[in-house]
């Protein structure tokens, strides 16, 4: 049975429009996949919190070394990671915020982002834990910015994904939906056709 790990980073929760796309992805995905379940991440509902440097030395911190509030950071940081690894396929809602990826979504990378955990170090440099998974990007944007240097978001996020060993990442782009309703419209319409096919 497949499980589908739904993350939503819009600031609105399940009323932006990022994660109305995930939305749509899902319903057509559990439609083609009888069985399936779905774990869904809402990181405006349930904020994970910013890293500072208590959280990052509770995870450097040997195991029987950590008191009781490291200890409490660092299950949650294994919850959030028990997710990941659990999934087979990964769907992120991905709004852009003053060019860059919501602060909420950098949040909870960094809280899944764990040497020895998701990833470790080798002679030859780091290598990813998680592999074998599926991710899709379903990116928002009020204008229009795939494919120039001020799209920082598609490189960003296809990296540290690799760096986690999930490099099998398809992006979908909703672009210009700030920039007229003829503008929005004709987005929406080219993504949900690409969703369908994706979700087959």
């Given at each position: 049975?497949?499980?589908?790990?739904?993350?939503?980073?819009?600031?609105?929760?399940?009323h932006?429009?990022?994660?109305?796309?995930?939305?749509?992805?899902?319903?057509?995905?559990?439609d083609?996949?009888?069985?399936?379940?779905?774990?869904t991440?809402?990181?405006?509902?349930?904020?994970?919190?910013?890293?500072?440097?208590?959280?990052?030395?509770?995870?450097l911190?040997?195991?029987?070394?950590?008191t009781?509030?490291?200890?409490?950071?660092?299950?949650?940081?294994?919850?959030?990671?028990?997710?990941?690894?659990?999934?087979?396929?990964i769907?992120?809602g991905?709004?852009?915020?003053?060019?860059?990826?919501?602060s909420?979504?950098?949040a909870?990378?960094?809280?899944?982002?764990?040497?020895?955990?998701?990833?470790?170090?080798?002679?030859?440099?780091?290598?990813?834990?998680?592999?074998?998974?599926?991710?899709?990007?379903?990116?928002?944007?009020?204008?229009?910015y795939?494919?120039?240097?001020?799209?920082?978001?598609?490189?960003?996020?296809r990296?540290?994904l690799?760096?986690?060993g999930?490099t099998?990442?398809?992006?979908?782009?909703?672009?210009?939906?700030?920039?007229?309703?003829d503008?929005?419209?004709?987005?929406?319409?080219a993504?949900?056709?690409?969703?369908?096919?994706?979700?087959?």
């Open positions: 049975m497949s499980t589908l790990l739904k993350i939503n980073a819009s600031l609105f929760s399940s932006g429009q990022s994660s109305q796309l995930t939305e749509r992805f899902v319903t057509t995905w559990l083609n996949h009888a069985g399936a379940s779905v774990v991440r809402d990181l405006a509902a349930e904020p994970v919190p910013h890293l500072d440097g208590a959280r990052f030395m509770s995870f911190a040997k195991p029987e070394e950590r009781t509030e490291q200890q409490a950071v660092v299950a949650f940081s294994d919850a959030l990671i028990a997710e990941v690894q659990n999934a087979d396929v769907v992120i991905l709004p852009m915020y003053n060019f860059g990826v919501p909420t979504l950098k909870y990378f960094d809280h899944i982002a764990r040497a020895g955990v998701t990833f470790k170090y080798t002679a030859t440099g780091p290598e990813g834990l998680l592999s074998g998974k599926k991710a899709y990007i379903l990116a928002a944007r009020g204008g229009m795939a494919g120039t240097p001020k799209d920082s978001q598609t490189t960003y996020v990296d540290f690799a760096f986690l999930i099998d990442v398809e992006f979908v782009y909703a672009e210009g939906l700030n920039m007229g309703d503008s929005k419209s004709a987005a929406l319409a993504a949900h056709g690409q969703l369908a096919e994706l979700a087959a």
